[in-house]
């Protein structure tokens, strides 16, 4: 059992930056791949970006590549997603996951990011 916590969430203008953090309970967390996934208000959830265990490997949603940046401290539980160069289309609720194998086994109640033109 994983227990995970978002937060950073907020209303800021297009351009400007925000930095989600992801709590995660446990002594287990740096065993896990842990994810970031967004939903937008209509449409499905999406993948945004995930980072291994160690770190070292990251993926990113080609929307985002270039403008996020996944990073997890397992010393602090956490992990964070830095988000520059807001977009309106980046307006969604973003929840981190957790990962023990081949499937998305933990997920967080979600933050609200809200971009304004």
């Known amino acids: 059992q994983v227990l995970l916590v978002e937060s950073g969430g907020g209303l800021v203008q297009a351009g400007a930056s925000l930095r989600l953090s992801c709590a995660a309970s446990g002594r287990t967390f740096s065993s896990y791949t842990m994810g970031w996934f967004r939903q937008a208000p209509g449409k499905d959830r999406e993948f945004v970006a995930r980072?291994?265990?160690?770190?070292?490997?990251?993926y990113y949603a080609e929307s985002v590549k270039g403008r996020f940046t996944i990073s997890r401290s397992n010393a602090e539980n956490t992990m964070y997603l830095q988000m520059n160069s807001l977009k309106p289309e980046d307006t969604a609720v973003y929840y981190c996951?957790?990962?023990?194998?081949?499937?998305?086994?933990?997920w967080g109640q979600g933050t609200q990011v809200t971009v304004s033109s």
């Open positions: 980072i291994n265990w160690s770190g070292l490997t990251t």
């Open positions: 996951a957790a990962s023990s194998s081949g499937t998305w086994d933990y």
